[in-house]
DNA sequence: TTCGTCGGATGGCTTACCTCA
DNA sequence: GATGAGGTAAGCCATCCGACG
């Protein structure tokens, strides 16, 4: 366990803590960082950088994550006031982009496969704490501002995947672990697809149920129609060719149509069994 | 206080791609 | 050059579970 401590530049803080929320070389403040066992700076920093893929590999000797306390002036970070403060990080050049700090948030469960990979991108988060007063028996969950969702959601509006360069971007931008951004996204997604898939499901059982209507109807109009066959003999007696008339659409076709076209009929009238049978009865 | 819903997070699996023998 | 094995990254999915109304 180690113990690092900084007056007067909270922009540069510790090797492994040192995405923090940005602040000008200006800013007076007061940072803290607690961390078990962080590693030296050519380490972390490369990691961040890229050198091995898009989030970073290295590994922390402890998975814990570290704490890191700012104690700033009064509102050294301007935060938004709506989303449309924020820009989209692949869409402009990010000059006005501003980035945003959070509470003291604590760790919570992740995989050993996680715990490596982020390690750094974890000891990069601005105001972070550790679950160490309780053994992480338990997990604080991390809820995202308004600003941070209404942001991502923009964000979704443009691309629904995101490349590495875009996710980072992002992270930088809302002061979050690229893995944060990640995970967003994949649940957005996930909850999109949901949301559509009971909307299709939703049209399907309308659609179900129209056809389930017609269905009835058809049925209670061909029973009529055998009714009517036995008990006005006459009028089946004539040549089926002189009477010929679909009685759900009301068209009476021509002798000579009727045989002659009697299969695109069928086609036409969707093969109602009652027009074939009238007619050739 | 209890309960249902929301949403952030995780683990497992699959797929695509790359490297190397 | 073609091919299979192994590694890695990324996405999807099911699920967990804390937060919140």
Not at 238 to 266: F, G, I, K, Q, Y
Request: glycine residues 4%; contains cysteine; proline residues 5%.
């Amino acid at each position: 366990m180690e113990l690092a401590l900084s007056l007067g530049d909270p922009s540069k803080p510790f090797s492994f803590l040192d995405k923090t929320a940005k602040l000008s070389s200006k800013d007076l403040g007061f940072c803290m960082g607690l961390g078990n066992g962080f590693k030296s700076q050519e380490n972390g920093d490369d990691a961040f950088e890229g050198k091995n893929s898009t989030d970073g590999d290295e590994k922390r000797v402890s998975s814990d994550p570290p704490l890191q306390l700012d104690l700033l002036p009064f509102s050294p970070v301007p935060r938004p006031q709506s989303s449309s403060q924020l820009r989209l990080p692949w869409l402009t050049d990010n000059r006005d982009a501003v980035s945003m700090d959070f509470g003291i948030r604590k760790g919570s469960r992740r995989g050993k496969k996680e715990v490596e990979v982020e390690a750094v991108e974890t000891e990069r988060t601005s105001t972070r704490a550790s679950d160490d007063d309780d053994n992480g028996s338990t997990r604080k969950k991390l809820r995202l501002s308004k600003e941070q969702s209404a942001f991502l959601e923009e964000s979704f509006k443009e691309h629904s995947t995101l490349n590495p360069k875009q996710k980072l971007a992002l992270a930088k931008q809302l002061n979050l672990r690229p893995r944060q951004i990640e995970v967003w996204f994949q649940n957005r997604r996930a909850r999109t697809k949901l949301k559509q898939t009971e909307v299709d499901c939703e049209y399907l059982k309308r659609c179900c149920e129209t056809l389930a209507e017609e269905n009835k109807r058809l049925q209670k109009e061909l029973q009529e129609l055998r009714a009517l066959k036995t008990s006005q003999p006459f009028y089946m007696q004539l040549p089926a060719t002189t009477l010929t008339m679909c009685p759900s659409c009301e068209r009476v076709a021509t002798a000579s149509t009727t045989n002659a076209s009697a299969s695109t009929a069928d086609a036409k009238t969707g093969g109602y069994p009652f027009f074939s049978s009238i007619s050739n009865t």
